[in-house]
């Protein structure tokens, strides 16, 4: 007899409750180099911080805001910083330490 139990679907965005937990989530993914994870770590972090809000603070509107962050989508550059902007987060440069 096989016993299951339900499993509840894990929410990323759920976990960031604190700028402190963004920033890290955040660096992870920026060090991956990963441009799809990246679009999607955006997802989850307006979604956390609020989506309407992220909408309104960056003047997008909320759907096309849902629709650059969605997997697979290509979103202008200009829109990730203007969502990097609303959770008042910046990208920053930093030299490697191996030179590569």
Known sequence: MAITKE???????????TDEDIASYLSMVLEDGDTDELIHALGYI???RGM???AKETG????SLYKALRSGSRPQFDTILKVLKSLNFDLKAVVHEDGK
């Open 7 to 17: 499993l509840t679907n894990f929410d990323m965005a759920e976990q960031l409750r």
């Open 46 to 48: 307006a979604k956390a």
């Open 52 to 54: 309407t809000q992220i």
């Open 60 to 63: 997008l509107g909320r759907e």
